[in-house]
């Protein structure tokens, strides 16, 4: 079983920047993709970047060249650097792994909201 917790969010105002940390109870060797969704209210849960085991990553267009997803594998943990950040950007985030086994495990969540 994986645990990850989420930590970093907040409030922050138009252009400002924000790291996210998930942190996991378990090498990040042995999770395939590592992922931050967001959710804000009534919208869809949303993909926003990702990050495989070997480094790989990919971001949804809306937040290319604005947000970096990394890993540090001594800690165990992927953070999500969010620069530039809009209102729009406003949301819940959650972490989340996939293994190779083919479990999906889920964050508790981190409001980031972005003032106008």
């Known amino acids: 079983q994986v645990q990850l917790v989420e930590s970093g969010g907040g409030l922050v105002q138009a252009g400002g920047s924000l790291r996210l940390s998930c942190a996991a109870s378990t090498s990040i060797f042995s999770i395939n993709v590592m992922s931050w969704y967001r959710q804000a209210p009534g919208k869809q849960r949303e993909l926003v970047a990702l990050i495989t085991s070997r480094g790989s990553t990919n971001y949804a267009d809306s937040v290319k060249g604005r947000f970096t997803i990394s890993r540090d594998n001594t800690k165990n943990t992927v953070y999500l650097q969010m620069n530039s950040l809009k209102p729009e950007d406003t949301a819940v985030y959650y972490c989340?792994?996939?293994?190779?086994?083919?479990?999906?495990?889920w964050g508790q969540g981190t409001q980031v909201t972005v003032s106008s």
């Open positions: 989340n792994a996939n293994t190779w086994a083919g479990a999906t495990y």
